[in-house]
């Protein structure tokens, strides 16, 4: 079950900080992406599949951004990129419920099959999706660095 008082929305500007720091503090920043350019770029294209989950704040201090999902549809296939949960808060739900979040905002848009991609050293991750019934696709993904950030 996700954590009591966890809100689910879209990104705003003023959660970028903190959504580099948690990328980081989870692994998921790569030399060859910059972080930013990543945000800004998803800002111009449905930036509505950009989610946060946030943990309201101790006492009078704000809430935190303790979730991130970027999602996006392109008229065949759905994808999630940046899942990231507070290492300190993994296991209570809080990867759960924002995949969930994704899938029903996809679903909504006709999305029909969505992809996720994942490290292939990343085995907790892979157990992870395969709970939340993903199976590994006999396909294999190619990438070609069109803008470099660096």
Excluded at 112 to 134: A, C, E, I, M
Aim: charged share 20%; aromatic share 6%.
């Amino acid at each position: 079950m996700a954590s009591e008082g966890l809100e689910i929305r879209a990104f705003a500007a003023a959660d970028q900080a903190a959504a580099v720091a948690l990328w980081r503090a989870c692994g998921l920043l790569r030399p060859w992406n910059d972080p930013h350019k990543d945000i800004a770029r998803k800002r111009l294209v449905q930036p509505e599949l950009f989610l946060v989950a946030c943990l309201p704040g101790l006492g009078d201090a704000p809430p935190r951004l303790v979730g991130t999902a970027m999602a996006g549809y392109d008229g065949h296939r759905g994808s999630v990129y940046y899942l990231a949960v507070a290492p300190e808060l993994k296991g209570r739900g809080i990867g759960r419920a924002l995949m969930a979040a994704v899938e029903e905002r996809l679903l909504g848009l006709g999305c029909p099959k969505l992809n996720v991609l994942v490290r292939t050293s990343n085995l907790q991750v892979v157990d992870f999706y395969g709970r939340l019934g993903y199976a590994q696709d006999e396909a294999l993904s190619l990438g070609k660095r069109l803008i470099p950030d660096q």
